[in-house]
């Protein structure tokens, strides 16, 4: 699992576990391109292709790599955050 940050952007539409970090300046990636944002999945699934982020960014109820549901309660939420920051 990878841990949630407070500056990664989260999308209402999106997997609960979906997460994106957008960059600022002149951050390039390893073919030259500028680099937008990273993404990151915080069950250590990100998406590798345009096709997979397409489906991250439409699988609301359940992760449509291994069908987990994605009822996220607020304890789990709290559980998720005390164990990141231990």
């Known amino acids: 699992m990878f841990r949630d940050e407070s500056r990664f952007r989260r999308h209402r539409g999106a997997c609960p576990y979906y ?23 915080l069950k250590g699934w ?14 609301v109820r359940r992760c449509w790599r291994n069908g987990e549901d994605h009822r996220i309660t607020p304890e789990e939420s709290a559980a998720t955050r005390a164990t990141s920051s231990a």
């Open 19 to 41: 997460r994106e970090n957008w960059t600022h300046g002149d951050q390039r990636t390893p073919d030259g391109e500028l680099l937008l944002y990273e993404v990151y999945c």
């Open 46 to 59: 990100p998406p590798t292709s345009t096709d997979e982020q397409n489906s991250c960014m439409c699988s």
